[in-house]
Each structure stands twice: as structure tokens, then as C-alpha cells.
């Protein structure tokens, strides 16, 4: 068997389908991804984004070999995503992980290094060290079932981190949990980024996606819609102006007859976003009608609004508006 080539990206995917047969005869098709890129450098944190159902777990999986791709290729490090070399260097956290619930948390990491190679002392010391790394030390007796979610996540992550992988797979790992243990789990992906590891997640949680990724893919209905960094994704939308208008309230400003990205009445004032090209005939038509332009800046666009206009050129906005967590 050949060796991984460090030198090769953690992750290289080219054009990824994935359909899943379903129905009780297995005739009809889901088409969970079509035509996926994804290029993960060394030292990246990367994240995918997008709504239930996009193919963020599904990608996942075919890099994990726990799903076969459809078409197009997957590789860890060069080498296809079969190869069981290369898979002693990833640590893998599923979505909602369901270790052995009757093991305690230091059993449960133990077992995971036991199987990652590790023994005696070594095995011993960084069972330690990844249990304290976590904040799991103090609860490393208990067993599992009497665990809260937060400290699943946890453990489930140290189990992932004690073989000291060069590339940590995350699903949704921030799903479920309270405001404090998104900041841990967001902590400890840093703390990792430190050490040189390079980390793929996925999730629908925008502020997660925002706060650690370096850079990001937005995939709705199995295709990739955005990719870059948050700084490029959120600057290529800036292509509109905000406006604050006074003398005139919402539905006259809509009555103008130019197109509108957005209209939010305030205290007496109407704050509005229109597309950049727009901007001047806006002007123009307020002056006209009597009203008062009082500020007019580029809108600057966050990744949430990003994440809507994307979801609204797919058709999709509507149908997922009450699965995005921000
Ligand atoms: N084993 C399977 N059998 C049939 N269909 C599946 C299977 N796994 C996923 N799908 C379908 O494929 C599509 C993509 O699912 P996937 O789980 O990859 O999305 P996701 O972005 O991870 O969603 P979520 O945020 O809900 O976990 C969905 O329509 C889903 O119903």
C-alpha cells in the first residue's frame, strides 16, 4: 500500500453525484448532490453550509467511505477515499454520535485510541490530555447515558481528536447545543486550527459558519451555489446601496415603481436597500415626490443575507425559512 502524500490537499472532490434510491420498491430517485467541487487546503478550516436536506452529510459521508459517490472522484490526501492508510489520519465526528452509552467517557476515548493504534502509556497520557483538552476530565467516570448533549459533543470529539489526526471531518458539530457549548465546541475547532490541523464541518448554523471558517461552500438542493471566503462571498454582494429616507412612509416609497431589495419603516424614516444601478433614479424619484434622502451608503451584506439570496436564486427560500439557526 502506498503512503499518503502530506504534500496533496486534505480533501480534493470533483464533480460528486450521489442519488439514493427510496420507496418501498426502491423506484424512485433523491438526488442529494450533483456536480460537487470541493477543495480543502492543508490548515483551513472549512465549512459547509446550507439548509436540511442540501448534501452536506452526504458529502461527508462519501469522504468518510461510509457512502459510494454516484460519479466524480474523492480523495484524502491524494489517495481515494478507500484507501485505509489515509483514514489513520482523519478524525471523524458524525452528526448527533451515539457512542457506547454504557462505557464511561475515559472507556469510550480509550477504546477509540485502542483502535487507532495507541497502547500503555501513550494510550494512557493522551486519553488525558484529550479528555482535559474537551473539559471532560472531571466527568471522564460517569458513564455516557448519564451525559448531557453538550458533553456527548464533547466526548465524541475527544474520541476524534486522540489519534492526533491531520484532517478532523465534522457533522454539525454545534447542532442541538446551548449557547455555552457552541462556544466550547467553536473553541476547541480553533484551538485545533492552532495545532496545524486542517478542518472540514458542516452546518446550517450561520454564525458558526462565520465566526471560524476560512473559508466556506453554500450548498442548497445538492449543488454548490457560493464559494470563497467569507470576506469574498459577503463582498461580491455588495452591489447594492442603503438608503434612509424621510417625508415619505413604506408604501409610498414602494409605489415609486423601483424595484426594492429591501423597505423597513423606522421612527418616522424608511430604511431601504436598492440594487446599485437603481440607486440614482431612486434618488431622483424620492426628490420628485416630495421626500428626503437623508443617508445614502453601500448596504454592507452579511453572510446571513448571502445565505438568503442564495437560497432565493434556488427557489428554496421559502421552504427552509424556519430551519435556519442564526
Ligand atoms: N440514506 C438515504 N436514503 C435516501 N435518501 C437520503 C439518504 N440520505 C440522505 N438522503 C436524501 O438526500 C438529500 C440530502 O441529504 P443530506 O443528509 O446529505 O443533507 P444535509 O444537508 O446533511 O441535511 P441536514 O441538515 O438535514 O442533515 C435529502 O433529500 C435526503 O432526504
Redesign the pocket.
Known sequence: MTTPNPEAPPIQAQGLH?T???GFWFNRT????QSMDLRVDAGQIYG?L????????????ILMNL?RPSGGTARLFGKPVEDAETRRLVGFVP?NPAPYEYLTGREFVTLAGQLAGLSGHELDGRVTEVLGAVEMAGAEKLQIRRYSKGMVQRVALAQALVSRPKLLIL??PT?GLDPLGRRQIRDLILAERQKGTTVLF?S?IIPDVESLCDRLAV?VG?RRVREGSVQELVSAQASAMEVVVEGMNSEQVRGLGIPLESVQALDGRVMLQVADVDSQRLLGSVLGAGGRVNRMQPARFSLEQLFMNALKESGRASSVGG?INT
Do not use: M
Not at 30 to 33: D, E, K, N, Q, S
Open positions: 450521489k439514493y434510491k427510496v433523491v438526488r442529494a448532490l459547509l446550507g439548509p436540511n436536506g442540501a448534501g452536506k452529510s452526504t458529502t461527508i459521508k457512502v452528526e457533522d454539525e447542532s458542516c446550517h450548498l445538492g430551519e
